[in-house]
């Protein structure tokens, strides 16, 4: 099925957001999209007049998601490629320190452009590294990405020590600041002129108004080269001869190579490009988000990539979809803490859309398994008047949980992931 | 074919334990014992003193080389033989490396900083005719000397600042992980806020809750909470978070004139970027050198038995610093608060309101 190279609509589009929307089958892919975009900031703006809760859909709180969902982003994708060609990438964490030593020493040295080209290469070595180790002798694929998981740190506070010692304002564990940044940019006219209309707080327009201000101001050029990489990579993945036989040799290598195609080459191209998208990640991680490399700093966001891949299905549009909710949650913890418990109110409503559906379709059992829920988060919002901190913090895992528990489980990974390959070895 | 295979992967094999061996082994035994070399009297010259750094060692321009430049001073004024220097790689090289150092005769041993706790006390259990001591952490043994810091008083003395310097009356803390330690640097920040500006308001966040320590190292989490705290009127902030702080300073850069930084441990001023250097208002300063300084002294006028040292304004433990000038108009101010503090006339409180 994945042989041929059909553009079907439904691969093109993240899954199910908010449940029960995906699954319309009448509706082409991007008519389905739009549906779901609308229909989850209806309900968001819903929470956000009945909470009082602003924080929730304000340009901030939206331009800080966009930012945090890069790195975790392009951890995934680093997973899509590693994993679309059959090889498990779980060191994708010690690629994306290797990114962020890089992509910091770069920018200190030469500019921060030069840096995220220097991350991409430093994470390219990882990939090779691995590459190495699970094509060419076949080593096992999570002994291996664990492997680089510990030789990535090693190898950033060796070149610390040799590089940074002696500077001022670097150490062992950190580099000196960058110099100069990556410019930010902001549509002119469009943020200033919704700022009034965001801070009416009105039903829907307001919302529209903070998302799209969130969108259009400050926002770094590096962020769009990395949507920029994004579809490139969809691109490549789907409609090129290249993704084609990459994904075919993820599902069924011998076939591949019966039909000519050259496996182990392509094993590396996709192995070293999904070190390169970790490498990217980490260098926007310590030049954009931070201008410093600092050890520890990328605190297991390789990991979450590759939890959002899985949420993805291995596809680069749900992938895109799971991190800009991780970047959301992220960024509402941190910059609006005090509209967490809104939150409780909008797994409420989701629970009640997903067990009215279920009823509709006569699944009873489901619909009061999800109404129990629905009202355990009802019960949580009237209730608890500000989150104490110390929960708030859980805010991500919580969202993620119910966002995978109200969406439907129909994730495939790749059929021959994590299966070594012999070269002419079909059986 | 297959031959090279194999020496290909015996050459991985090899340059990859060496790699590790080489971001692991930058264990130090060449300090500043040559500096007092032949001076003072002999029977001094038997300390051998074993010093366990926390992650980063010396040179991490922070808390690690606070300690080193403690040993430095004592080396220099007793003049101590060969002091050996471990810093670990990982969690688990901790009680590894003071175990190495009791086996290797050195008495006293120094643990520097909190992470230090259960490996002390599982260390000096074992060697109860070993002296050894912790910086930031309480071990309740007879062999055991405690360095704490009365972090609240330090900072009492920036939010003071803090309170006589802002214009918006909206101050910000940023902690880097919510453990009892960091609450003391946010009480103490209030509570000088309040002294100097009752009528300011302190927002107070954390970057993660307790036993996620990856919040002191997390720079871009800081700046984003920066950030917002700046949109939202804030003026100046004080941070106790460890290697995110840069983010906090980043933040500052980004918001502009007007907007000020508070460093914490050293004075920060001093290891900032131009940029930076140029919202550092000032740094709340711990003095860990003092600490490991008295510790070495007193274990060389024979003090061995265990106790809790608190290194407060009065021993000059805690302070302020004022690189860059910005509150040259105030240190008056601040050093009448600080002889009250001295004096017990205001009482600093540890855990906040």
Known sequence: ?427 | MKRTRRLLSLVALVSAVSLLGAACGDDTDDTGSDTGGGDTTEQKSEIKVGLAYDIGGRGDKSFNDSAAEGLDEAASTLGLPAPKELSPSKDEDREANLKLLAEGGFNPIIGVGFAYADSVTLVAEANPDITFATIDTVVDLPNVRNNVFAEQEGSFLVGAAAGLKTSSKKIGFIGGVETELIKKFEAGFVAGVKQTSPDSTVEAKYITPDGDFTGFNDPAKAKEIAAAMYEGGVDIIFHAAGGSGTGLFDAAVAAGDGKWAIGVDSDQYLNASPEQQKHILTSMIKRVNVAVRDTIQAFADGDTEGKTVVLDLKADGVGYSTSGGYIDDITSQLDELKDKIIAGEIEVPTSPS
């Open chain 1, 1 to 427: 099925m994945t042989l041929t190279a059909s553009p079907a609509p439904a691969e093109q589009l993240p899954p199910p957001a908010t449940g029960p929307v995906g699954r319309w089958p009448g509706l082409p892919a991007w008519q389905r999209t739009v549906v779901v975009v609308v229909g989850a900031l209806a309900v968001m703006s819903l929470v956000r007049v009945i909470s009082g809760a602003n924080g929730l859909t304000s340009q901030g709180t939206i331009g800080a998601a966009l930012r945090l969902a890069v790195p975790i982003g392009m951890a995934g994708l680093g997973g899509i490629f590693a994993e679309r060609v059959g090889i498990v990438n779980i060191g994708l964490e010690g690629m994306m320190v290797l990114g962020t030593w890089f992509g910091a020493y770069g920018a200190y040295e030469f500019g921060p452009w030069w840096g995220l080209l220097l991350g991409v290469a430093g994470g390219a070595l990882g990939g090779l590294l691995h590459a190495i180790a699970t094509v060419t002798f076949n080593v096992d694929h999570i002994i291996s990405g664990v492997a680089i998981n510990i030789v990535g740190p090693g190898l950033a506070r060796f070149l610390s020590v040799i590089a940074y010692d002696a500077e001022s304002g670097g150490s062992a564990t950190q580099s000196p600041r960058r110099s100069g940044e990556i410019a930010d940019i902001t549509v002119p006219g469009i943020s200033s002129g919704l700022k009034s209309l965001e801070d009416r707080h009105w039903f829907f327009v307001s919302d529209v108004a903070g998302v799209v201000r969130g969108l259009t101001t400050s926002v770094s050029l590096a962020t769009i080269a990395a949507a920029v990489i994004l579809v490139a990579a969809s691109f490549l993945l789907w409609r090129t001869r290249f993704g084609l036989r990459l994904r075919a040799i993820g599902e069924n290598p011998y076939s591949a190579e019966s039909l000519g195609v050259p496996v182990l080459r392509i094993k590396y191209g996709g192995v070293v490009l999904s070190g390169m998208c970790a490498g990217f990640g980490g260098a926007f991680l310590s030049i954009v988000l931070a201008s410093i490399y600092r050890e520890g700093q990328t605190g297991g966001k390789g990991f979450i990539g590759l939890a959002t891949m899985i949420f993805g299905n291995w596809r680069p549009g749900g992938l895109a979809a799971g991190a800009l909710l991780f970047g959301y949650s992220d960024g509402l913890q941190l910059r609006a803490s005090s509209a967490v418990p809104a939150l409780f109110l909008l797994a409420a409503i989701l629970c009640a859309l997903v067990a009215a559906v279920d009823v509709a379709r006569k699944r009873f059992v489901a619909a009061s398994i999800v109404s129990a829920a629905g009202a355990m988060f009802l019960i949580g919002y009237l209730t608890v008047d500000e989150l104490a901190d110390s929960l708030s913090y859980l805010t991500p895992y919580v969202v993620t949980l119910v966002v995978l528990a109200t969406s439907s489980q129909r994730l495939r990974p790749p059929a021959a992931e994590g299966q070594p390959y012999r070269r002419g070895e079909a059986h």
